[in-house]
């Protein structure tokens, strides 16, 4: 039988480990914060023309890319790569943690992305925030072997790479339901309880940092239960389809990039930079960073058209964007993530199609889920994550809804989830002979 100093013991420690998350996250949450400063200047939000520090911003892609690429094939080998797949290999190869949860890979990591959001490149942070997690979980098991000693070391970092994700968004239950949902594919109370105790204390020091509860503010909507549901069985195919053509598009990408990198660094970067800063400069900056400076736009009651397009042609043309941009990043292997990405071309096409019916702001929150799920593959951790994000609990027979169909119409078109393909891809060896 537990005792009360064994239980007092094991709580500090989880709660040790969950402070310790969180304020690694804030270096992440803080790069953010800057990003979508820089990229309010653009004219798509500050309603401004160019100027010549706006077409720098614009143009520093073709600058920085380059130098990315080289760096993730040379000395800043071990930070490439999202941090999932690195952190979901550990979990299965624990010899391995040492290369792929480290000090050095960490920092890389970390200042690979850095680089590429300051460069408004379309990119999430869900990748680096889970790899540093679970990388805090592994620095202290390794400095005291007896840290947790009931959690065997796959269950340590998993619930500690949650934390992460509860760390970088301020999302708490988000960060339980994925090690649930796709780390370790189950709900185990005898990891649920710690899980909710390190990402409750994660998600807090995330707080108190400056990360706020509904990062893109509040949905203002209170349609009906029935109209919810109506809408969000075509607004869950439609955004669940374009989820299963990114994440399709996504490995494709990353699989065919990966040789190409190895060959040609400087040019690709180069060709890829050209590419990024075009869509800015067409989108005038819609297409930036990870889309939460354009959801917040949307939330508040902007449009997401593009700054030159009127109407539906606006619309269509910022939803292509925010689809290629993000793919072209993640697919060179820069660190990041999907989830924001995702996230955003989901709620451009909720939206629009929610403006049919006179209801764009339910649309744009159906779509947000929709396109998440779609993406993903993973319904509950997309729902948890619309309501935290966006503070839109009133539509949640809808998200419910949309999330669940949205879901089952990417795993038609998707086999594999897209984490878990992702990290095969990174496993694959790459055959260097023509």
Partial sequence: MTSLKDLAQR????????????????????????????????????GSDWRPLTLLLACSPVLVFPLLMLLQNGSFRRGKGSGIPQTMTSLEHPEQAPVLLGLVPSLQRLLLWTLASLSLMPLGREGPVMQIGASAAFWLRRRFPRWLADLSHGDLMAVAGGAGLAGGFNTPLMGVVFVAEEFLGTFSMRLIWPALVISALAAAMSSAVGEPEFALGMVGSSTAELTQLVWALPIGVLAGGLGAVFARSLLQVTRRFRLLLQRQPLRLGLL???????????????????????????????????????????????????????????????????????????????????????????????????????????????????????G???????????????????????????????????????????
């Fill in 11 to 46: 709580l500090l420690q989880l709660a040790v480990l969950g402070l310790l998350v969180g304020l690694l996250c804030w270096p992440f949450n803080l790069v953010d914060r800057w990003c979508d400063q820089l990229l309010s200047l653009l004219p798509a939000f500050s």
């Fill in 392 to 434: 839109d609990q009133q539509l949640l027979p809808g998200l419910l809804l949309a999330a669940v169909v949205a879901a089952y119409v990417s795993r038609l078109l998707v086999d594999q989830p897209v984490y878990h393909a992702l990290k095969d891809i990174a496993e694959e060896p790459i055959t260097l002979a023509s």
């Fill in 272 to 390: 890829l930079g050209v590419c990024l800063s075009a869509l800015l400069l067409l989108s005038g900056g819609a297409s930036g960073c990870d889309g939460e400076l354009l959801m917040r736009h949307m939330i508040e009651g902007g449009a997401p058209s593009n700054y030159l397009l009127p109407g539906v042609l606006g619309d269509l043309f910022t939803l292509v964007l925010r689809l290629i941009g993000p793919v072209l990043a993640l697919g060179s292997g820069i660190p990041g993530g999907l989830i924001d990405p995702s996230f955003a071309f989901g709620a451009v096409l909720g939206q629009s199609l929610g403006d049919a019916g006179m209801l764009p702001q339910m649309g744009l929150a159906l779509g947000m889920v929709a396109g998440l799920a779609g993406a993903t593959q993973l319904p509950v951790m997309a729902v948890l994550f619309a309501v935290r994000m966006a």
